[in-house]
């Protein structure tokens, strides 16, 4: 399995001979390496409708019949655009031929802005445990800090965990350490920081607090060592 990160929350797993995108937030995303047009996913896996994590979804899924899962209520949005989806939703969870997908909870809002600032809601937002050649990743999505992140430690041993760090609209470093404690990763990815200035942070700060767990703060393009 390769595992790479690409600004943002954007991360792309390749695994089963499949290519998958976690919320491919590319154009105006001035943090990523990725091109639209160079992007060729089977699979998109979306934590929830927020316009910084649907990203580019609906183009590149058009160009590449891919099949993009997510919550319910953002699936069928997605869908009504004329995308292939399958609907999930938070506790669901599905064995597909390239991995096991799982939407957890996450405390946060989702909905989509258009061009005309209608707002669009989305459903629950989520996070995403992936599951595949007998390692465990958990992406967080957007998410507070929440007790039950240690019964997702628990019910499911992480190897790899993509933690918003940005504070602002999410878990700060402070929260976001204290996660870790909870869920009880091998290894953790801080995302979601200085993509935009509410969010600027120093992640050696998350790294520094951060206790039990090995940090590996990557930049745009760079693969999680497993």
């Given at each position: 399995m390769q595992i790479s990160y690409h600004g943002h929350s954007v991360v792309k797993i390749i695994t089963n001979d499949t290519t998958i995108l976690i919320d491919p937030f590319i154009r105006g995303n001035a943090s990523t390496d990725l091109k639209v047009e160079e992007q060729k996913p089977e699979v998109i896996l979306l934590t929830h409708g927020h316009n910084d994590h649907v990203g580019d979804t609906v183009e590149i899924a058009k160009a590449n019949n891919s099949l993009v899962v997510a919550p319910n209520e953002l699936a069928d949005f997605i869908g009504w655009q004329g995308v292939n989806v399958h609907n999930m939703h938070i506790g669901g969870a599905k064995q597909f031929d390239f991995g096991k997908v799982k939407f957890t909870q996450a405390f946060h809002g989702s909905s989509y802005v258009t061009e005309n600032n209608e707002i669009i809601y989305t459903g629950m937002?989520?996070?995403i445990l992936f599951m595949a050649e007998g390692l465990t990743l958990?992406?967080?999505?957007?998410?507070?800090?929440?007790g039950d992140m240690k019964l997702i430690g628990e019910r499911h041993p992480i190897d790899v965990a993509f933690l918003?760090?940005?504070d602002n609209f999410t878990m700060g470093p402070e929260d976001a350490a204290y996660a870790v404690s909870l869920l009880k990763p091998k290894i953790v990815v801080p995302i979601h920081y200085n993509t935009f200035p509410p969010i600027a942070q120093d992640p050696q700060v998350f790294a520094d607090l951060v206790e039990g767990a090995?940090?590996?703060i990557l930049q745009a393009g760079d693969y999680v060592k497993l």
């Amino acid at each position: 399995m390769q595992i790479s990160y690409h600004g943002h929350s954007v991360v792309k797993i390749i695994t089963n001979d499949t290519t998958i995108l976690i919320d491919p937030f590319i154009r105006g995303n001035a943090s990523t390496d990725l091109k639209v047009e160079e992007q060729k996913p089977e699979v998109i896996l979306l934590t929830h409708g927020h316009n910084d994590h649907v990203g580019d979804t609906v183009e590149i899924a058009k160009a590449n019949n891919s099949l993009v899962v997510a919550p319910n209520e953002l699936a069928d949005f997605i869908g009504w655009q004329g995308v292939n989806v399958h609907n999930m939703h938070i506790g669901g969870a599905k064995q597909f031929d390239f991995g096991k997908v799982k939407f957890t909870q996450a405390f946060h809002g989702s909905s989509y802005v258009t061009e005309n600032n209608e707002i669009i809601y989305t459903g629950m937002p989520s996070g995403i445990l992936f599951m595949a050649e007998g390692l465990t990743l958990y992406h967080a999505g957007d998410t507070a800090l929440f007790g039950d992140m240690k019964l997702i430690g628990e019910r499911h041993p992480i190897d790899v965990a993509f933690l918003p760090i940005g504070d602002n609209f999410t878990m700060g470093p402070e929260d976001a350490a204290y996660a870790v404690s909870l869920l009880k990763p091998k290894i953790v990815v801080p995302i979601h920081y200085n993509t935009f200035p509410p969010i600027a942070q120093d992640p050696q700060v998350f790294a520094d607090l951060v206790e039990g767990a090995e940090v590996q703060i990557l930049q745009a393009g760079d693969y999680v060592k497993l």
